[in-house]
């Protein structure tokens, strides 16, 4: 199977430094051209199945790469939402991590997702399309948190591993990873953006 894995454009929320978690997110001007260039560089790629988060700035993201693949199948999904952030989404990114740096039990009593948490749903995700799809070229539209952990995921490390090692992804970045039963995944790109150059 090959995965190639993309986050959505970049949100007025994004550039405001506002936590979304799981609200919609509004692309932003510069985000819809991040997109339109993310389209184009991947225009030629024959997918089988797209799977994307049901949030709308992953779904106004694959809008525009759809139009270059009008007949593709598509699968909303919940697992690949963004990392819940409880009663701080909407609110400014430092109020978030004030409240929960160093005290993860505090995140759990206010309700917060963890990676943890975020890395599980990406076993789930990952054995279903493994399942389903296993030598087809699968489109993957979804978040910062949630592609960490699904990359995490692949390359044998556990979460905490995966924020140490894993570059944060930059709007649209491209990730494409051949999967490979005996588990010797090849790894092609990790968060590359020469579409925006």
Not at 48 to 65: A, G, P, Q
């Amino acid at each position: 199977m090959r995965l190639i894995i993309v986050r959505h454009g970049e949100t007025e929320e994004n550039v405001k430094k506002i936590t979304q978690g799981q609200l919609p997110g509004t692309i932003s001007e510069l985000g819809k051209e991040q997109i339109r260039k993310l389209a184009n560089r991947l225009k030629n790629e024959k997918f089988s199945i797209v799977y994307s988060s049901d949030l709308k700035r992953c779904v106004d993201t694959l809008d525009e790469i759809i139009k270059f693949h009008p007949n593709i199948p598509i699968k909303y999904t919940d697992l690949l939402r963004e990392k819940f952030a409880g009663p701080f989404q909407g609110k400014a990114n430092g109020e978030y991590w004030k409240q929960i740096k160093n005290d993860p039990h505090k995140a759990k009593e206010l309700g917060f997702e963890t990676y943890e948490h975020v890395y599980q749903r990406m076993k789930i995700f990952l054995h279903e399309i493994l399942k389903k799809h296993s030598k087809e070229t699968i489109l993957v539209v979804a978040h910062g948190a949630t592609n960490r952990m699904l990359l995490a995921l692949i390359m044998n490390m556990n979460s905490k591993e995966g924020l140490d090692k894993i570059k944060p992804s930059h709007n649209t970045s491209v990730n494409i990873i051949d999967l490979e039963e005996n588990g010797n995944h090849k790894i092609h790109l990790i968060n590359c953006i020469k579409h925006l150059d």
